[in-house]
């Protein structure tokens, strides 16, 4: 199907089932997960999460656009939380290009429909923005790997069945060269997940312990040594499709304040409203380009750096806004302003924070030299 049939079709099926993809509640990461799931559900059953997938993964092809304009609907009208509804986006395309057809073709159709969550071991204490330097072990032993180690950060651990993880298996000192990575089942013996509360009062990411965990061998993801293309393959899908869906978000999210919000200053809107479409312009050239079947990579560091920029600058304009509401509203409308804000502080770090951003952009993209 065409993008220009999907998008109409669609906006037909969401009318008729706004009712019940609408969420009834949606203040706690609990409720946006359940409802997550509806919303999943949904949409594949109904053939809509099914395209612009292939077939292998249970899936009606076509192009990845009908992906992005899923995920932009559903945010527009605000039946998922972008955050939670992309990590799809940013896990699957990892698992058809790695994994062995087999387990593709078994997990990633659970995860489109709802029916499991994954998450993203990547991050450790000491190891965020060098990667290279991962200490989280895996040895060979017979038919499996055992793993022992901790991760730091992973976004909804505690609610996921399956985790892509980095692992260590060459020497300490074999950087990038020595990772592999793995998919690895998280009911496993030996795994503690252990969730922290970050400062917009929500349990999101985890701490989460490997003690001895036996992972079986074909459940690596790519060759042993690989892990390294495993990942830098993952973060520009990070930053395209999932930050497509981020900007509907941001740009639902600055309508409602203009709505509720008294005196703004209409050269500070305006400067606000050019950051988020500067930034919906450049990830829309992104998702083309994804479409056209181009390679992505260190360019998307560009659509990343836009997104925080833009995500800060919505926020701050709430607060000018709505000052009294962030500040010490207790109704739900007031509390969802203030985690928005609070979060928001955090778009200049996940998925790459904007310093190592802009030394990728200078390094890679304007050959301006190493790290000083
Ligand atoms: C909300 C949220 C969700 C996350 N979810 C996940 C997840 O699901 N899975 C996962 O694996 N991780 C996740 N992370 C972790 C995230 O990827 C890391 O926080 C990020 O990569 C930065 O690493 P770090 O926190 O170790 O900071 P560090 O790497 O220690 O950096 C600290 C500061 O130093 C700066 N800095 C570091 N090196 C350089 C340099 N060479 N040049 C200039 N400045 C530098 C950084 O920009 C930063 O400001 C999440 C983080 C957040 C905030």
């Not at 896990?91 to 387990?103: H, N, Q």
């Not at 400062?199 to 042993?224: I, K, N, Q, W, Y």
């Not at 992104?286 to 925080?308: F, N």
Request: aromatic share 8%.
């Amino acid at each position: 199907m065409e993008l220009a049939e999907f998008r109409p079709e669609l906006d037909r099926w969401l009318d008729e089932h706004h009712d019940e993809l609408r969420p009834s509640r949606r203040e706690t990461l609990d409720e946006q997960m359940a409802h997550l799931s509806v919303v999943k559900r949904m949409t594949f059953d109904a053939g809509w999460m099914r395209w612009g997938w292939p077939s292998l993964v249970g899936g009606l092809g076509g192009s990845t656009l009908l992906r992005a304009y899923l995920g932009e609907a559903l945010t527009l009208r605000g039946y998922v939380e972008p955050g939670i509804y992309s990590m799809t986006e940013v896990l699957a395309p990892t698992m058809i290009e790695y994994a062995a057809r087999d387990l593709a073709a078994e997990m990633v159709p659970r995860l489109l429909r709802g029916d499991e969550t994954w998450c993203q071991g990547f991050s450790e204490p000491g190891t965020g923005s060098n990667l290279g330097s991962l200490a989280c072990r895996a040895v060979r032993d017979g038919d499996v790997w055992r793993v022992t180690g901790q991760k730091v950060w992973t976004s909804l651990a505690h609610y996921a069945q399956r985790c892509v993880l980095l692992t260590r298996t060459g020497t300490p000192e074999s950087a990038h060269r020595g990772i592999t990575a793995l998919f690895v089942d998280m009911d496993s013996p030996g795994i503690t997940v252990r969730p922290i509360e970050a400062m917009h009062g929500s349990a999101e990411f985890c701490e989460v312990f490997f003690d001895g965990v036996a992972v079986p061998v074909d459940r690596t993801l790519g060759d042993p040594g690989q892990g390294w293309a495993v990942a830098m393959d993952l973060l520009p899908f990070e930053r395209s499709t999932a930050l497509w869906h981020r900007a509907a978000f941001l740009h639902r999210r600055l309508g409602d304040l203009l709505e509720v919000a008294d005196g703004l200053d209409p050269a500070r809107v305006g400067e606000v409203a050019q950051l988020v479409y500067a930034f919906r312009a450049r990830s829309r050239a992104t998702q083309y380009r994804m479409a056209d079947g181009d390679h992505l990579g260190p360019e998307t560091s560009i659509d990343k750096v836009l997104v925080a920029t833009a995500e800060q600058a919505v926020f701050d304009l709430a607060a000018e806004g709505l000052p009294t509401a962030i500040a010490f509203g207790g109704d739900p409308a007031s509390n969802h302003w203030r985690e928005n804000y609070l979060y928001s502080r955090a778009a200049s770090i996940y998925g790459g924070s904007a310093e190592i951003q802009r030394n990728i952009i200078a390094r890679r993209l304007l050959d301006l030299g190493a790290d000083r």
